[in-house]
């Protein structure tokens, strides 16, 4: 299982991020994303073989948004292709854009994850990925109200409370860890050009002053709703190195499905019932490492991008990815290793956790981290950073996505095929 | 199999609710220009950077070259049919139904532009359509910033 060619990421653009991008329409939102990837890659749009993009369904209020911007990302009469799992939209874009590449069918790939939350309506998009699991419950007996109300606990952040509950009670992590989280997330975008949520000067205790949705969860703690889109240019090693300063080789990519659908309510057919285990990222980046020839990701991976909307959900996936023992990463953002300065940084951007624009967060990871490999990250990280994990979370929340990126080509591309 | 719904009565249950969505859609940067043109009872269109072609409805990228298109120009109100039909439907916000007359629709170029839209031909009947002929527009009695402005064309001329 490895690439027929080796793809490499040349470029990664965004559009300004804010919770109502009224000033545009969605093709005009996406067209700012493209023009900033492809300028600062200096191609031509001409020199772009393939197009591929997706944005979450139904929480843009309109179908198949991506035929009628067909110009304004420059794939006129291109192929084109629309990959779409949900949350983890962006991320699975990406990786397509990394298959087209390294099945040798195309030379120039832009990959493109957008979404204009405040066109649609996020409940309704979200009831409509969630059903699938919701018609299943019936059958085990649940009435309809009960579901939404004992699972959505106000919506996405119910699935999201009861993966904190399970994940302090394992690692003993406390409120006040939750929040050092969201005041590192909200200070980093505050340095960040195109972020929503820029707080500065917030505080643990401001975080920790404002009232619970769903507890632990508080106010203060979890995303917001933001419009905007991502787009990431993808071609051959060849030509990476004709084009790019410093060109980012994807030497890994994992995308895999394993925990139950929501919440493990109905405990799928492994039987889970903890929603912070997550054998799904685990395998993920087990796979995702193997290929990029990682054995101890904690020391090789010199910078990572998570996708974290909740705070609890960066501790868990630090740990679960192997960057960190387990149950030790509160620990590790209580002592500054996280910080921009620190010894192994994490989402220097700011993170989903101050600017989700659903279809374009998984794709914004490897974006950040790329662009943190070639030095032209809007937070740049001081110390120099050889070798970055983009990480994406999920679909019916059970599909994760990373992509392992360096700026050395894999190992047994070398000396040629 | 398909299913038997006459035997399976008491296994099913329905479940009532009302899910209620709402949905915004900006126009966008171009379109909002567009707009604040037939406020004035005028067009304004946009010209590409590299190629000159003029779009109405304005839009600020270019399809053929992927340049900006954010030079927006005065367009007159006269126009050219490119295409037309004739249609006995009515459509209404409750239903569609057969009108007292024919509805003329039409393709229609403003002059100066390279795209065209769809609006009502007034002011005329069927024999006297044909492709190519000389329009000009018709605007609301009440004019508010809203596709809704533009009445139609009529005949340059009159019928």
């Given at each position: 299982?490895?690439?027929?060619?080796?793809?490499?990421?040349?470029?990664?653009?965004?559009?300004?991020?804010?919770?109502?991008?009224?000033?545009?329409?969605?093709?005009?939102?996406?067209?700012?994303?493209?023009?900033?990837?492809?300028?600062?890659?200096?191609?031509?749009?001409?020199?772009?073989?393939?197009?591929?993009?997706?944005?979450?369904?139904?929480?843009?209020?309109?179908?198949?948004?991506?035929?009628?911007?067909?110009?304004?990302?420059?794939?006129?009469?291109?192929?084109?292709?629309?990959?779409?799992t949900g949350g983890t939209t962006g991320g699975s874009v990406t990786i397509a854009g990394y298959?087209?590449?390294?099945?040798?069918?195309?030379?120039?790939?832009?990959?493109?994850?957008?979404?204009?939350?405040?066109?649609?309506?996020?409940?309704?998009?979200?009831?409509?990925?969630?059903?699938?699991?919701?018609?299943?419950?019936?059958?085990?007996?649940?009435?309809?109200?009960?579901?939404?109300?004992?699972?959505?606990?106000?919506?996405?952040?119910?699935?999201?409370?009861?993966?904190?509950?399970?994940?302090?009670?394992?690692?003993?992590?406390?409120?006040?860890?939750?929040?050092?989280?969201?005041?590192?997330?909200?200070?980093?975008?505050?340095?960040?050009?195109?972020?929503?949520?820029?707080?500065?000067?917030?505080?643990?205790?401001?975080?920790?002053?404002?009232?619970?949705?769903?507890?632990?969860?508080?106010?203060?703690?979890?995303?917001?709703?933001?419009?905007?889109?991502?787009?990431?240019?993808?071609?051959?090693?060849?030509?990476?190195?004709?084009?790019?300063?410093?060109?980012?080789?994807?030497?890994?990519?994992?995308?895999?499905?394993?925990?139950?659908?929501?919440?493990?309510?109905?405990?799928?057919?492994?039987?889970?019932?903890?929603?912070?285990?997550?054998?799904?990222?685990?395998?993920?980046?087990?796979?995702?490492?193997?290929?990029?020839?990682?054995?101890?990701?904690?020391?090789?991976?010199?910078?990572?991008?998570?996708?974290?909307?909740?705070?609890?959900?960066?501790?868990?996936?630090?740990?679960?990815?192997?960057?960190?023992?387990?149950?030790?990463?509160?620990?590790?953002?209580?002592?500054?290793?996280?910080?921009?300065?620190?010894?192994?940084?994490?989402?220097?951007?700011?993170?989903?956790?101050?600017?989700?624009?659903?279809?374009?967060?998984?794709?914004?990871?490897?974006?950040?981290?790329?662009?943190?490999?070639?030095?032209?990250?809007?937070?740049?990280?001081?110390?120099?950073?050889?070798?970055?994990?983009?990480?994406?979370?999920?679909?019916?929340?059970?599909?994760?996505?990373?992509?392992?990126?360096?700026?050395?080509?894999?190992?047994?591309?070398?000396?040629?095929? | 199999?398909?299913?038997?719904?006459?035997?399976?009565?008491?296994?099913?249950?329905?479940?009532?609710?009302?899910?209620?969505?709402?949905?915004?859609?900006?126009?966008?940067?171009?379109?909002?220009?567009?707009?604040?043109?037939?406020?004035?009872?005028?067009?304004?269109?946009?010209?590409?950077?590299?190629?000159?072609?003029?779009?109405?409805?304005?839009?600020?990228?270019?399809?053929?070259?992927?340049?900006?298109?954010?030079?927006?120009?005065?367009?007159?109100?006269?126009?050219?049919?490119?295409?037309?039909?004739?249609?006995?439907?009515?459509?209404?916000?409750?239903?569609?139904?057969?009108?007292?007359?024919?509805?003329?629709?039409?393709?229609?170029?403003?002059?100066?532009?390279?795209?065209?839209?769809?609006?009502?031909?007034?002011?005329?009947?069927?024999?006297?359509?044909?492709?190519?002929?000389?329009?000009?527009?018709?605007?609301?009695?009440?004019?508010?910033?809203?596709?809704?402005?533009?009445?139609?064309?009529?005949?340059?001329?009159?019928?």
């Amino acid at each position: 299982m490895c690439a027929k060619v080796q793809p490499a990421v040349i470029s990664a653009g965004f559009c300004e991020h804010a919770s109502k991008r009224s000033d545009v329409n969605m093709a005009e939102l996406v067209n700012e994303a493209v023009e900033d990837t492809i300028t600062k890659a200096g191609i031509e749009w001409k020199d772009i073989d393939c197009v591929i993009n997706g944005n979450m369904p139904a929480f843009e209020g309109a179908n198949i948004p991506e035929l009628w911007m067909t110009d304004h990302m420059a794939s006129k009469n291109k192929p084109f292709l629309r990959v779409t799992t949900g949350g983890t939209t962006g991320g699975s874009v990406t990786i397509a854009g990394y298959y087209a590449i390294a099945s040798g069918m195309y030379e120039t790939v832009l990959a493109i994850g957008f979404e204009q939350q405040s066109c649609g309506d996020t409940s309704m998009g979200l009831a409509s990925v969630a059903l699938g699991e919701f018609s299943i419950m019936p059958e085990l007996g649940y009435e309809y109200n009960k579901i939404v109300s004992n699972m959505g606990a106000g919506a996405a952040i119910g699935i999201a409370s009861y993966q904190a509950m399970s994940y302090m009670r394992r690692s003993r992590a406390t409120e006040e860890d939750l929040a050092r989280v969201v005041v590192q997330n909200r200070r980093n975008a505050a340095k960040n050009w195109y972020t929503h949520l820029k707080m500065p000067t917030v505080t643990i205790e401001d975080v920790l002053d404002t009232p619970y949705i769903s507890f632990p969860l508080r106010y203060g703690m979890v995303c917001p709703a933001t419009d905007g889109a991502c787009a990431m240019l993808f071609t051959t090693e060849e030509k990476a190195r004709q084009i790019a300063d410093i060109p980012v080789y994807v030497n890994g990519v994992g995308s895999y499905s394993n925990e139950s659908a929501v919440l493990a309510a109905d405990c799928a057919g492994a039987g889970q019932v903890d929603p912070s285990e997550q054998l799904g990222a685990m395998k993920s980046a087990e796979v995702a490492y193997g290929q990029a020839g990682i054995s101890f990701p904690n020391k090789e991976i010199d910078y990572a991008e998570v996708y974290a909307p909740f705070p609890n959900q960066e501790l868990m996936w630090v740990e679960r990815v192997g960057l960190f023992e387990e149950n030790t990463a509160a620990e590790a953002y209580e002592q500054g290793i996280t910080a921009l300065n620190g010894e192994l940084p994490i989402n220097c951007s700011g993170g989903v956790n101050s600017t989700n624009a659903i279809g374009a967060s998984a794709m914004e990871r490897p974006a950040e981290a790329a662009l943190q490999i070639m030095g032209k990250a809007g937070n740049q990280v001081p110390k120099t950073v050889h070798t970055a994990l983009g990480h994406g979370w999920g679909g019916a929340v059970n599909l994760i996505t990373h992509l392992v990126m360096s700026d050395e080509p894999q190992r047994k591309f070398k000396g040629g095929r | 199999m398909p299913l038997d719904l006459e035997k399976m009565e008491g296994d099913i249950f329905t479940s009532k609710g009302m899910v209620k969505a709402e949905f915004t859609f900006w126009v966008g940067l171009a379109m909002d220009k567009f707009y604040d043109g037939t406020t004035d009872q005028k067009f304004i269109g946009t010209k590409c950077s590299k190629c000159g072609k003029v779009f109405l409805p304005p839009r600020n990228r270019c399809g053929d070259c992927f340049a900006k298109a954010e030079e927006f120009v005065d367009l007159p109100g006269t126009a050219t049919l490119k295409n037309f039909t004739i249609t006995p439907w009515k459509i209404t916000e409750r239903r569609a139904k057969k009108g007292n007359k024919n509805a003329l629709v039409g393709l229609v170029q403003v002059d100066g532009a390279d795209s065209a839209f769809m609006t009502e031909i007034l002011n005329t009947t069927e024999d006297k359509l044909e492709e190519g002929m000389k329009l000009k527009v018709v605007w609301a009695k009440r004019i508010k910033g809203h596709p809704q402005d533009i009445a139609g064309f009529e005949p340059v001329g009159g019928a």
